[in-house]
């Protein structure tokens, strides 16, 4: 893989808005890949979530609110379901995983008749998050997304500590830290942000204190942040606790040390890959964990790092300016490519996330459309 761009910064970051506006559904959802079998006719939280923040640090306004609108009709629709969960978790006798909250639903806020990893908790810190940041960005009324916003801090509150799958889908039996960190910024944003006021606004903000301080205390080795708790690895997504995310200053020891084990463990030539035992299509690097670095250096005021991730992920693109889930090429498991290949296709292309984090990064950058294309 190349640095050598098949496609103008300028014109990606167009084609990236486009991209992501032209392919999101009528009622805000965004599909996760349009094409791509495994995910076609689903939408993620926690995907949808990091794309909306992307288009809204890009002035895709609109874009994000209907997302927003997405969440608090599927959450409305399972309030139910929420309700039993957060009771059962009162009693002392929580329900099993398989009746929590899914991953992902289907367009229309369902369940889908699929078999997945469902059970997930970082998604539904992520939104929060993530409309808390745009209402703030845009000035925006949270108003219509309140009762959702009471639904999902009273589930997260009853449950943010049980073991769950991390953001790949993997490892059920783990309390994983990226899980952790979406928790606590999605409690503590919508806290601040009004998604939630008075005794529960209280509970939220103790809670997200609770939840950090259980990632700083059991979720850290030799001074970084930690895949699981247990772990000494890293894991790419740990990155975008720093930024975009904000759970850890970004001039922080920890912090600093998190950048540092990242950059040496898991990338290669200004990719990233997700962690070091990854299979999944042979292991290749993640554009939008690229970005996600990108930001966490940019934080910390290291923009010539920031603007180095960027442009790997911007020469990702194939020629109609679409951005995949992986590369191949320095594959951490060349072994497992085929057998992916054969079971779900050609990796997701695009990968609505991808296009996401490059217009976040850029946003953040001040790497205008104009400017990159003057
Ligand atoms: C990734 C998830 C992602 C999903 C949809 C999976 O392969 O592991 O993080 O949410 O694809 O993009």
């Given amino acids: 893989m190349t640095t050598t761009p098949r496609i103008a910064l ?49 002035g895709e306004a609109d874009s994000a609110t209907a997302f927003f609108d997405w969440c608090a009709m599927v959450i409305a629709k399972h309030s139910t379901r929420i ?34 990893w469902d059970f997930q908790l970082d998604g539904y810190g992520t939104w929060l998050w993530a409309a808390a940041e745009h209402a703030e960005r845009h000035g925006i009324d949270v108003a219509p997304w309140r009762d959702a916003a009471a639904l999902t801090v009273d589930y997260l509150l009853s449950s943010w500590d049980r073991p769950c799958f991390d953001w790949w889908e993997e490892h059920s039996e783990g309390v994983h830290g990226s ?42 080795s030799d001074g970084h942040l930690v895949k699981w708790v247990g772990s000494v690895e890293v894991d790419g997504s740990l990155s975008a606790l720093i930024a975009p995310l904000g759970v850890i200053g970004a001039t922080s020891a920890i912090a600093e040390a998190t950048r540092r084990r990242v950059s040496e463990h ?18 290749g690097r993640w554009p939008l964990l690229s970005c996600f670095l990108g930001l966490a250096y940019a934080a910390a005021g290291d923009v010539t790092e920031a603007r180095r991730l960027l442009d790997w992920a911007a020469s990702t693109a194939d020629d109609e300016g679409m951005l995949p889930e992986q590369v191949d090429g320095d ?26 984090m490059l217009l976040r990064l850029a946003a953040e950058l001040g790497v205008e459309q104009a400017e990159v294309s003057a």
């Avoid at 006798?93 to 806020?109: I, V």
């Fill in 179 to 220: 899980t952790l960190g979406c928790v606590a910024a999605g409690l503590a944003a919508a806290a601040r942000a009004g998604l939630v006021d008075g005794e529960r606004a209280e509970r939220a903000r103790h809670g997200a204190e609770q939840v950090v301080a259980r990632l700083l205390n059991d979720a850290t």
């Fill in 83 to 116: 309700d039993d969960i957060v009771s059962a978790a009162a009693a002392g006798t929580p329900l099993p995983d398989e009746q929590m909250l899914p991953a992902r639903f289907t367009f229309d806020g369902g369940l889908g008749a699929d078999d997945w």
């Fill in 10 to 58: 300028g014109a990606l970051l167009d084609r990236s808005r486009e991209v992501i506006t032209s392919l999101q559904e009528p009622n805000g959802a965004y599909p996760a890949s349009p094409s791509f079998s495994a995910y076609r006719g689903y939408c993620w939280f926690r995907d949808g979530a990091f794309i909306a923040d992307g288009v809204s640090s890009a």
């Fill in 266 to 283: 898991l990338e290669s030539g200004g990719g990233v890959h997700r962690f070091r035992a990854d299979t999944f299509y042979g292991g």
């Fill in 331 to 356: 594959l951490s498991a060349p072994e497992y490519q085929q057998e992916w290949l054969d079971r779900w296709g050609p990796v997701a292309t695009p990968l609505l996330w991808s296009h996401a």
